[in-house]
């Protein structure tokens, strides 16, 4: 057994070695201290101490090989290694997660440099859902209806701060939120969301690591304005008792224009399709209390194949890093069957919902939704996609799509030789890029 780790370990420091030969690396070490949000009752009860842990990465200096390095201020990628207690070893256990993630610089100095984190991966529990010795096993202090999953998505987000001790060593320190869930392929899926800190040490391998890179004024995103469109599928469980998946899906259409060379806003329109949005009767409680158990979130008293669509326009936010697109949208129903399809009316609109109404997530899906996901090119404008779609909080699907990009670059632009300087043409991201030279027309 000691002997395949040690095998493990060699072959995978050999990958990492080959893959980012071009960069310059070091590693670090940092203890992890932080506490859990309780989004829900049940991790009122069972989020009870502190999280602790520690934390491994290796990263990776960029050098300006590639444009969008330039574009993003020569950021540091990274690959990261947690561990963690939760603070309730009996109910919640520890956490595991495996991440890459990118610091984007924010101010540098000789002795100090301030990075923004942003970082996305696999996460996993040693405790997930149990029903324990309870009729509905929800609420209880003896339940964990946190994760109901062994694995989940990880996503993080915070600020690093760096102080150089020497030339090759340095004090580091994060301050961030991390989510871990499932997407609801799995119930229950409330999901983990920390508030942590992180305080540690890094040290550099090449003393060049300092060297000051100088941005290429000619690196700029490629086009002026891009169409999209996707094709998504994915899955999903409702309730954990059912032991049952259902099909999900979406269509997304959008069009976003430039702001900046790794900034892109526009608006799209959604289509979804939900499996689980089948006759769904209301259920009394024990005893025939008139409150549904939990989970019984909906109210359906037909099979209707219309319940199943809903329709949506959003605001649409890119961050393009090269091949890698990082999405996040913000949506509004314009069409959604199942607006007033709940055990209770609304306290103020009954069951007549309007468009835009007040309401409690915990009850009701609500008039709006998000969608945080990560999208790759894989060749010319042909790309993959993985993205969450949560009310609020609440996560409602994992979707994996494929699509395609329209991006369109004005006339006279990137070597175009176009006569027409006022036109656009179809850009093609396998297309040479012809050195500039003076025209008539320009």
């Given at each position: 057994?000691?002997?395949?780790?040690l095998?493990?370990?060699?072959?995978?420091?050999?990958?990492?070695?080959?893959?980012?030969?071009?960069?310059?690396?070091?590693?670090?070490g940092?203890?992890?201290?932080g506490?859990?949000?309780?989004?829900?009752?049940n991790?009122?009860?069972?989020?009870?101490g502190?999280?602790m842990?520690?934390?491994?990465?290796?990263e990776f200096q960029s050098?300006?090989?590639?444009?969008?390095?330039?574009?993003?201020n020569?950021?540091?990628?990274?690959?990261?290694?947690?561990g963690?207690?939760l603070?309730?070893?009996?109910?919640?256990?520890?956490?595991?997660?495996?991440?890459?993630?990118?610091?984007?610089?924010?101010?540098?100095?000789?002795?100090?440099?301030?990075?923004?984190?942003?970082?996305?991966?696999?996460?996993?529990?040693?405790?997930?859902?149990?029903?324990?010795?309870t009729?509905?096993g929800?609420n209880?202090p003896?339940?964990?209806?946190?994760?109901g999953?062994?694995?989940?998505?990880y996503?993080?987000a915070?600020?690093n701060f760096?102080?150089?001790?020497?030339e090759?060593?340095?004090?580091t320190?994060?301050?961030?939120?991390?989510?871990?869930?499932?997407?609801?392929?799995l119930?229950?899926?409330?999901?983990?969301?920390?508030?942590?800190?992180?305080?540690?040490?890094?040290?550099?391998?090449?003393?060049?690591?300092?060297?000051?890179?100088?941005?290429?004024p000619?690196?700029?995103?490629?086009?002026?304005?891009?169409?999209?469109?996707?094709?998504?599928?994915?899955l999903?469980?409702?309730?954990?008792?059912?032991?049952?998946?259902?099909?999900?899906?979406?269509?997304?259409?959008?069009l976003?224009?430039?702001v900046?060379?790794?900034?892109?806003?526009?608006?799209?329109?959604?289509?979804?399709?939900?499996?689980?949005?089948?006759?769904?009767?209301?259920?009394?409680g024990?005893?025939?209390?008139?409150?549904?158990?939990?989970f019984?979130?909906?109210?359906?008293?037909?099979?209707?194949?219309?319940?199943?669509?809903?329709?949506?326009?959003?605001?649409?936010?890119?961050?393009?890093?090269?091949?890698?697109?990082?999405?996040f949208?913000?949506?509004?129903?314009?069409?959604?069957p199942?607006?007033?399809?709940?055990?209770?009316?609304?306290?103020?609109?009954?069951?007549?919902?309007?468009?835009?109404?007040?309401?409690d997530?915990?009850?009701?899906?609500?008039?709006?939704?998000?969608?945080?996901g990560?999208?790759?090119?894989i060749?010319?404008?042909?790309?993959v996609?993985?993205?969450?779609k949560?009310?609020?909080?609440?996560?409602?699907?994992?979707?994996?799509?494929?699509?395609?990009?329209?991006p369109?670059a004005?006339?006279?632009k990137?070597?175009s030789?176009?006569?027409?300087p006022?036109?656009?043409?179809?850009?093609?991201?396998?297309?040479?890029?012809?050195?500039?030279?003076?025209?008539?027309?320009k």
């Open positions: 057994m000691i002997n395949l780790r095998i493990f370990i060699s072959v995978f420091l050999f990958f990492l070695t080959n893959t980012f030969a071009q960069y310059k690396y070091s590693v670090r940092q203890f992890y201290g506490k859990i949000v309780p989004l829900s009752k991790l009122e009860l069972t989020a009870k502190a999280v842990g520690g934390e491994i990465d290796f050098t300006g090989e590639k444009q969008w390095e330039h574009i993003w020569f950021p540091t990628l990274g690959i990261g290694f947690l963690v207690d603070g309730n070893p009996q109910i919640l256990g520890q956490a595991f997660a495996i991440y890459p993630y990118l610091l984007v610089p924010v101010a540098k100095s000789g002795i100090f440099n301030l990075n923004l984190k942003f970082g996305a991966g696999m996460s996993f529990f040693t405790k997930t859902w149990n029903r324990c010795d009729i509905l929800i209880a003896t339940a964990n209806s946190t994760i999953s062994v694995a989940n998505i996503l993080n915070g600020a760096e102080f150089f001790v020497t090759n060593w340095s004090i320190a994060d301050l961030g939120y991390s989510h871990m869930s499932n997407g609801s392929i119930t229950p899926n409330q999901g983990l969301n920390i508030l942590y800190g992180q305080l540690g040490a890094k040290h550099y391998f090449s003393k060049a690591y300092h060297t000051n890179f100088y941005k290429n000619a690196y700029e995103l490629p086009y002026d304005f891009c169409a999209n469109i996707t094709v998504s599928g994915g999903r469980e409702l309730y954990y008792s059912e032991n049952k998946i259902y099909p999900v899906g979406s269509v997304h259409a959008g976003t224009f430039k900046a060379n790794w900034y892109a806003l526009g608006f799209g329109a959604d289509a979804f399709y939900d499996g689980v949005f089948d006759k769904r009767p209301h259920v009394l024990e005893a025939n209390q008139p409150n549904p158990p939990v019984q979130r909906y109210k359906i008293d037909e099979d209707n194949i219309a319940n199943k669509f809903r329709g949506g326009i959003s605001i649409n936010n890119e961050f393009i890093i090269g091949k890698v697109t990082a999405l949208d913000w949506g509004i129903y314009v069409y959604d199942i607006r007033n399809a709940y055990p209770a009316p609304h306290s103020k609109y009954g069951n007549k919902r309007p468009m835009f109404y007040s309401y997530i915990e009850k009701e899906d609500g008039w709006n939704y998000f969608r945080l990560i999208r790759y090119r060749w010319d404008n042909i790309f996609s993985a993205a969450v949560t009310h609020l909080q609440k996560a409602e699907m994992i979707e994996f799509g494929v699509g395609y990009l329209l369109f004005k006339n006279n990137y070597g030789t176009k006569r027409d006022k036109g656009y043409y179809l850009y093609h991201f396998t297309q040479k890029e012809a050195t500039e030279y003076p025209t008539i027309w």
